[in-house]
């Protein structure tokens, strides 16, 4: 199978677990990536090999420097500003004719493409070598549904921003605003927006042509909105999740997304001196950059709360203001020891492995959202953009894990200038302290949590549903091939 992601965290981190699961099952896997993410996942995909796994790399360049990127920048969240985002998909579509030009050379052939959906160019080449185009965009069956319902009975279409409604044929009732769905459905009016809304309708058109889609979640999670996706989908939709879980060792684990070696970072060993599901660990994903204020409101709001936190500080083109206000304010220093900073790259599933973890507040990308169900960690929700106030919704009320910070809209990726101070403080000690309370609201949380923590664990075992689903999806492609072979 010859696999091709999006060359961004998010989705090249599911897809290199997604490339060991299916070569555990002996399957052939070809994994295309560009030389500097390469090196960012080299070494989790080198130890695959080393071990046995049949995993190719097929090493393509990426064009930047054609595409006005800079140099090296060979994955969405190394973008100086997400206004080249348009650029990034120029590039990414340019590794079409070398990929055609290479694949004679791929050994043994392959049989189907996996390709991350946002690659639309991928149809073509599946169509050219005619394979089945199978599509993975690293989202839960959840989205998958209230998306492909929303398109058809289009109903937002209707409603004012901040009007409440209900999503239309979900298995539970759930209540969004427009301005929190996803930009399909909410493009606003600037040029830029509708530019890019361009590339996404185009992405939703040449999906739905996709011979099948692989999931990253699991049966016990979602059964209901799996079910039902299911049907829209004639049975091609195969959970073969939780991803994460293929990462059995504590370096897989650390170097998942980065290739230094951080399973002794330090705040691994501060966690070591802390209580028991004490701490709660702050993160908002590889592409969320908060403006100042937002960010100190959430650094203020977790040092308001009095448990001990660790708190991921990303990069982004007002980094020095933050670390500005970080040294004059002197957080930092009043921390001393009852929190810690992680600036730049956490290794995220390790910290929330660790018994010290009581609680992860969330951005609900979905591989957080999943990794964090996996860790059996309540939540704190703070939804951005994309999909994410779905995640949410599914944390908080279908999982029943999780709890809201009180985001109100989703913001545009592109603008950097974000939408005002959205959460304040209070709203993030208050949940902080909802969630690590012992009150029984608190304590049912937990054990919801402790269940799919334990559903998790079973599921890629032999006779899990999601091993199950893997073994079926490998025969239907097996099928679909010796067809066509006598045909
Ligand atoms: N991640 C990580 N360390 C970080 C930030 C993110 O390991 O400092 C990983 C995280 O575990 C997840 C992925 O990056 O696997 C982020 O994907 P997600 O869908 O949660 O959010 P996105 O970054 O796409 O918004």
Redesign the pocket.
């Known amino acids: 199978m010859l696999i091709i992601p999006l060359m961004?965290?998010?989705h090249l981190?599911?897809m290199v677990d997604m490339a060991k699961l299916l070569a555990q099952q002996s399957v052939t896997v070809t994994i295309v990536i560009t030389p500097r993410n390469a090196e960012r996942y080299g070494s989790v995909l080198d130890r695959a090999i080393a071990s046995g796994l049949p995993i190719h790399i097929f090493q393509l360049r990426f064009p930047t420097t054609e595409n006005g990127l800079p140099n090296g920048c060979e994955s969405i969240d190394d973008l100086p500003t997400f206004s080249l985002a348009k650029n990034f998909y120029g590039a990414s579509a340019m590794l079409q004719k070398p990929l055609e030009d290479g694949f004679n050379e791929l050994k043994p052939r392959p049989s189907c493409i996996i390709s991350d959906k946002h690659l639309s160019w991928t149809a073509d080449v599946a169509e050219k070598f005619q394979l089945p185009w199978v599509i993975f965009d690293?989202m839960s069956c959840f989205t998958q549904l209230a998306t492909h319902n929303l398109c058809v009975s289009k109903v937002h279409e209707h409603m004012a921003e901040s009007e409440p409604f209900v999503l239309p044929g979900l298995p539970d009732k759930i209540t969004m605003t427009k301005s929190q769905l996803p930009l399909l459905f909410n493009s606003g009016n600037s040029a830029r927006g509708k530019e890019l809304n361009s590339i996404r309708e185009k992405i939703r058109a040449t999906e739905l042509g996709a011979y099948g889609i692989i999931i990253n979640s699991f049966e016990e999670l979602e059964k209901r909105y799996i079910d039902e996706y299911r049907k829209i989908k004639q049975g091609r939709v195969w959970c073969i999740g939780p991803f994460?879980n293929s990462n059995e060792n504590d370096l897989d684990k650390a170097q998942?997304?980065s290739n230094e070696p951080i399973n002794n970072h330090y705040c691994l060993k501060w966690l070591d001196s802390q209580h028991k599901s004490s701490v709660i660990y702050a993160?908002l994903?590889?592409?969320?950059r908060l403006t100042p204020p937002q960010f100190i409101e959430l650094a203020l709001g977790l040092e308001d709360s009095k448990i001990p936190f660790i708190l991921?500080v990303k990069g982004g083109s007002r980094t020095d203001e933050i670390e500005k206000w970080l040294v004059e304010d002197g957080y930092e220093n009043r921390l001393k020891g009852r929190g810690v900073l992680v600036r730049g790259?956490?290794?995220?599933?390790l910290i929330l492995s660790h018994s010290a973890v009581g609680a992860f507040l969330t951005?609900c990308?979905?591989?957080?959202?999943i990794?964090g169900i996996c860790a059996g960690l309540p939540m704190i929700t703070w939804p951005q953009f994309a999909e994410q106030f779905y995640n949410e919704r599914l944390a908080v009320q279908v999982a029943g894990t999780g709890v809201e910070v009180g985001a109100k809209r989703a913001m545009q990726l592109e603008d950097e200038d974000g939408v005002g101070i959205q959460v304040k403080r209070d709203d993030v000690c208050n949940a902080a302290t909802r969630v690590i309370s012992e009150g029984p609201e608190a304590e049912t949380r937990r054990e919801k949590a402790k269940y799919f923590k334990e559903m998790a664990e079973k599921v890629l075992e032999e006779g899990g549903s999601s091993q199950l689903n893997l073994k079926l999806f490998i025969q239907d492609i097996m099928l679909h091939t010796n067809k066509g072979i006598a045909g």
């Open positions: 961004c965290p998010g981190i599911p690293g994460s998942r997304g993160c994903g590889s592409l969320t991921v790259w956490a290794p995220q599933v951005h990308g979905w591989n957080s959202t990794e």
